[in-house]
Antibody
Framework: EVQLVESGGGLVQPGGSLRLSCAAS????????MSWFRQAPGKGLEWVAN????????PYLDSVKGRFTISRDNTKNSLYLQMNSLRGEDTAVYYCARLVGTRSRDAFDIWGQGTMVTVSS | AIQMTQSPSSLSASVGDRVTITCRASQDIRNDLGWYQQKPGTAPKLLIFAASSLQSGVPSRFSGSGSGTDFTLTISSLQPEDFATYYCLQDYNYPFTFGGGTKVEIK
């Protein structure tokens, strides 16, 4: 079964750090771009970051640039999001997702169940 | 950043109704648009990619159309399991951006 499972969420104080993980199974992880999205409580979806198959390209949402780092370990079929200098506005459910397809025919077809990050004192 | 304006933000409809949701991009995004369905407490689910291609396993009552700046998601005959929130997403360029969402509720 093709699956993504996130972990690592929790309660953290403003200015703190957290590392999210996303374990992939059921497909060849190294073949796909991967992404992180988030959804603040009661709000819409927001794209956070992407990472190319070999990790060589990592675009970010401006509001997280310099604070968040996306990475992957293809030997462990895992995606990560290191979050530093966390702010209240980073409070959200964080989802990892797989990007499939080719340019102009691509989409996020598999999503994890999400992990909640709460930034509060 | 490309702005995606989605309308309506909510609608009430009955089972069997035809439902149309629109997304307008602030610039030409060719056909780089997907539609996603989200039910409360769950992850988004891909319905349509490349503006009009139906994802495998998605019922044929869902369809997408449009290119450039104007896009439409149509549900031809609303079913009970379709009550959810729908989002469009442009992946033409970074940052990828979503529409604000359309909550489809039972009338």
């Amino acid at each position: 079964e093709v699956q993504l499972v996130e972990s690592g969420g929790g309660l953290v104080q403003p200015g703190g750090s957290l590392r999210l993980s996303c374990a992939a199974s059921g497909f060849t992880f190294s073949n796909n771009w991967m992404s992180w999205f988030r959804q603040a409580p009661g709000k819409g979806l927001e794209w956070v970051a992407n990472i190319k198959q070999d990790g060589s390209d990592k675009p970010y949402l401006d509001s997280v640039k310099g604070r968040f780092t996306i990475s992957r370990d293809n030997t462990k079929n895992s995606l990560y999001l290191q979050m530093n200098s966390l702010r209240g506005e980073d409070t959200a459910v964080y989802y990892c997702a797989r990007l499939v397809g080719t340019r102009s025919r691509d989409a996020f077809d598999i999503w994890g169940q999400g992990t909640m990050v709460t930034v509060s004192s | 950043a490309i702005q995606m304006t989605q309308s309506p933000s909510s609608l009430s409809a009955s089972v069997g109704d035809r439902v149309t949701i629109t997304c307008r991009a602030s610039q030409d995004i060719r056909n780089d648009l997907g539609w996603y369905q989200q039910k409360p407490g769950t992850a988004p689910k891909l319905l349509i990619f490349a503006a009009s291609s139906l994802q495998s396993g998605v019922p044929s009552r869902f369809s997408g159309s449009g290119s450039g700046t104007d896009f439409t998601l149509t549900i031809s005959s609303l079913q009970p399991e379709d009550f959810a929130t729908y989002y469009c997403l442009q992946d033409y360029n970074y940052p990828f951006t979503f529409g604000g969402g359309t909550k489809v509720e039972i009338k």
